[in-house]
């Protein structure tokens, strides 16, 4: 039972350059979520998902774009990276629509030059 | 949501207690306190909720006034391994999916 899992662990990209932030979980949830973590800040939402197929935006989605194709996986895509984009992200779970107990991945560290 | 304010840094030394204060003025009534800590570098970890009445588990202890405007989040016994950034997050239940982790508090458990 690995929880909540996300790949890469660490990423460098250039400015411009795409890629996809992926996140699975083993857990049975409905929800998903995708934050972002600036140095010294709190986590700051940019989209979640409710269930299986719909996304929604959150806090900062500007430069993001997700998609939920099954229950297990939501995956966050940089089209064309900013250094603004440089940060940690996380993927995060909850368990159900009555709690905001939140399971959390161990976090993609991004920097964009 | 109502707005939490928090210290931004305490100190405790282990094997004390930590008392991390939360002020929630502007709480409603169908609004729950949450708490989530942060290690460095890994993701948050829930920690405990409560509605009105104080709640305990194997992690902390969690205090709510009876006007439910502040909360204190008990860690009986710290050890080094404590420290990190606590967030106090105060929503409710059956809301929307947002949640908004804001700066926390950081607490440092010194030997």
């Known amino acids: 039972n690995a929880g909540v899992t996300q790949t890469p662990k660490f990423q460098v990209l250039k400015t411009g350059q795409s890629m996809t932030l992926q996140c699975a979980q083993d857990m049975n949830h409905n929800s998903m979520y995708w934050y972002r973590q600036d140095p010294g800040m709190g986590l700051r939402l940019i989209y979640y998902?409710?269930?299986?197929?719909?996304?929604d935006k959150g806090e900062v989605p500007n430069g993001y774009n997700v998609s939920r194709l099954n229950k297990r996986e939501f995956s966050l895509r940089l089209e064309s990276a900013a250094p603004s984009q440089t940060s940690v992200y996380f993927c995060?779970?909850?368990?159900?629509?009555?709690?905001?107990?939140?399971?959390f991945g161990p976090g993609t560290r991004l920097t964009v030059l | 949501d109502a707005k939490t304010t928090q210290p931004p840094s305490m100190d405790c030394a282990e094997g004390r207690a930590a008392n991390l204060p939360c002020n929630h003025s502007t709480i409603s009534g169908n609004e729950y306190v949450y708490w989530y800590r942060q290690i460095h570098s890994q993701g948050p970890q829930y920690i405990i909720h409560?509605?009105?009445n104080n709640e305990t588990n194997e992690m902390a202890s969690l205090i709510i006034t009876e006007d439910r405007k502040s909360s204190t989040l008990i860690l009986p016994h710290a050890t080094l391994r404590d420290t990190a950034v606590y967030y106090c997050i105060v929503r409710v239940n059956t809301g929307g999916f947002k949640t908004i982790f804001g700066a926390g508090t950081r607490l440092f458990v010194k030997a």
């Open positions: 409560g509605l009105k």
């Open positions: 998902s409710a269930s299986e197929g719909t996304t």
């Open positions: 995060a779970t909850k368990r159900e629509r009555g709690t905001d107990t939140q399971y």
